[in-house]
């Protein structure tokens, strides 16, 4: 079963333009909502997390909006740059499982 | 501050071989995971570490994977049998349980099993 739905699959972007990138959870008791990127060859590296007492975080040119009562979440990447071209993780915790129930991944092309 | 480190990055082996991935995570964190990532999906666990115990191992194949954390710093994960379905990227982590949730992820130990 799929507790984290991610979509879409891959994504093209012009430069300058925005990302967004949707993911869907089930389990309520989730607490907390990471982002991590992957570029090719790498480990995936947190980008940004949010947790659900609030419904925005904005670090730099990416941005979470999360929607508790629709258990949704979304990441936005403003100014999107060739460099942002990677695989994008939604992810999602429960208390302190350490077990990180991950997204299917989106695969981003940011042309230049 | 160095991150979480991994070895080998690379290991292609033949089947019902023996390999052993190692790892040192981020100085000071006493949590410590291996995840293992298929090709084009997201990583899954399969056993956390609260310094030398193991916590949860529930989706470690034990049959033929074992893992060790000894002394509560690196640690070492074991195929013994491998099989072709055991290709993949085996990554480990690492968290400090006084700063929340966040889990910091190595670069992976690549395997190709043939």
């Known amino acids: 079963q799929q507790q984290v739905k991610q979509s879409p699959q891959s994504l093209i972007v012009q430069k300058g333009g925005i990302s967004i990138i949707n993911c869907a959870y089930e389990?309520?008791?989730?607490?907390?909502f990471p982002w991590y990127q992957q570029f090719p060859g790498k480990g995936p590296a947190l980008l940004i997390a949010i947790r659900p007492d609030v419904s925005e975080k904005k670090e730099g040119r990416f941005t979470i909006s999360f929607n508790k009562s629709a258990k949704q979440f979304s990441l936005h990447i403003m100014d999107s740059q060739p460099g942002d071209s990677a695989t994008y993780f939604c992810a999602a915790l429960r208390g302190n499982t350490g077990k990180l129930i991950f997204g299917q991944g989106t695969t981003l092309q940011v042309k230049p | 501050e160095a991150g979480v480190v991994q070895s080998p990055r690379y290991k292609i082996i033949e089947k019902k071989q023996p390999v052993a991935f190692w790892c040192n995570p981020i100085s000071g964190h006493n949590t410590l995971y291996w995840y293992r990532q298929n090709l084009g999906q997201g990583p899954e666990l399969l056993i956390r570490y609260e310094n030398e115990e193991a916590v949860d191992d529930s989706q470690l194949p034990k049959d033929r994977f074992s893992a060790e954390r000894l002394k509560g710093v690196d640690s070492t994960l074991k195929i013994q049998p491998a099989e072709l379905g055991d290709s993949a990227v085996y990554l480990c982590?690492?968290?400090?349980?006084?700063?929340?949730?966040?889990?910091?992820f190595g670069e992976g130990s690549w395997l190709t099993v043939v």
């Open positions: 982590a690492s968290s400090f349980s006084g700063t929340g949730n966040t889990i910091y």
């Open positions: 389990n309520t008791a989730f607490d907390y």
